[in-house]
């Protein structure tokens, strides 16, 4: 059974920093992409920066150059590092997983409906 579990969520001001942490379990594919999506109170969800089982990652333009996903898979810990954090940038935090076949692009994907496991969330919030 796969498990996903963030934690690192919490409140600062404009400007800070905060790390997520998304612990896996019961996830053995070889191939995969894994995300994280934000949602915001009257928003959709959106995807924010993913990385695949190669290290190649995607990023949502509003979060270019401010937060980088990274992996230790040693861990199996998948992780999201925000810095200079604007209120804009308040909302749950998921993050998701992307089992994939043989053939599959380096190039991971911010689109929900592609993924097929998903953490319960973590609250930030970032207030001016």
């Known amino acids: 059974q796969v498990q996903l579990v963030e934690s690192g969520g919490g409140s600062v001001q404009s400007g800070g920093s905060l790390r997520l942490s998304c612990a896996r379990s019961g996830f053995t594919y070889r191939r995969y992409y894994m995300a994280w999506f934000r949602q915001a109170p009257g928003k959709e969800r959106e995807g924010v920066a993913a990385i695949s089982w190669d290290g190649s990652t995607r990023y949502e333009d509003s979060v270019q150059g401010r937060f980088t996903t990274s992996q230790d898979n040693t861990k199996n810990t998948l992780y999201l590092q925000m810095n200079s954090l604007r209120p804009e940038d308040t909302a749950t935090y998921y993050c998701?997983?992307?089992?994939?076949?043989?053939?599959?692009?380096?190039?991971?994907?911010?689109?929900?409906?592609?993924?097929?496991?998903w953490g319960q969330g973590t609250q930030v919030t970032v207030s001016s």
């Open positions: 998701a997983a992307a089992p994939l076949g043989p053939g599959s692009s380096f190039v991971p994907t911010l689109r929900s409906a592609f993924y097929n496991y």
